[in-house]
């Protein structure tokens, strides 16, 4: 079955950068929408940035102005690009697809990847 997987995590200092990516493993026919989530320690899972065909990306307001999402159809892959990073951003990373398949349609979630903002 097809699998997510995201790359790009560490550390990063405060008013930074980090660049994720998420890659789909097997055959994709093609993406009805990608998305990246984050959880803090003790905080629910909250959407980041999700992107759907050619509609302009939504984005949490707390990260809108420093984090752009992009989507790379031909690769199937997701990216998150975030700037000005603060402590706040800290958590675990997950990349979302919900993908077309010969005969499917599903939504997958990748292992997840975790991010640190600190000094």
């Known amino acids: 079955q097809v699998h997510l997987m995201e790359s790009g995590g560490g550390t990063a200092q405060p008013g930074g950068s980090l660049r994720l990516s998420c890659t789909a493993s097997?055959?994709?026919?093609?993406?009805?929408?990608m998305a990246w989530y984050r959880q803090a320690p003790g905080k629910e899972r909250e959407l980041v940035a999700r992107?759907?065909?050619?509609?302009?990306?939504e984005y949490a307001t707390a990260v809108k102005g420093r984090f752009i999402i992009s989507l790379d159809n031909a690769k199937s892959s997701v990216y998150l690009q975030m700037d000005s990073l603060g402590p706040e951003d800290t958590g675990v990373y997950y990349c979302?697809?919900?993908?077309?398949?010969?005969?499917?349609?599903?939504?997958?979630w990748g292992p997840g990847i975790a991010v640190t903002v600190s000094s």
């Open positions: 979302f697809g919900d993908l077309v398949g010969r005969g499917w349609e599903a939504e997958f």
């Open positions: 097997g055959i994709v026919f093609s993406i009805r929408s």
């Open positions: 992107v759907q065909g050619e509609s302009d990306p």
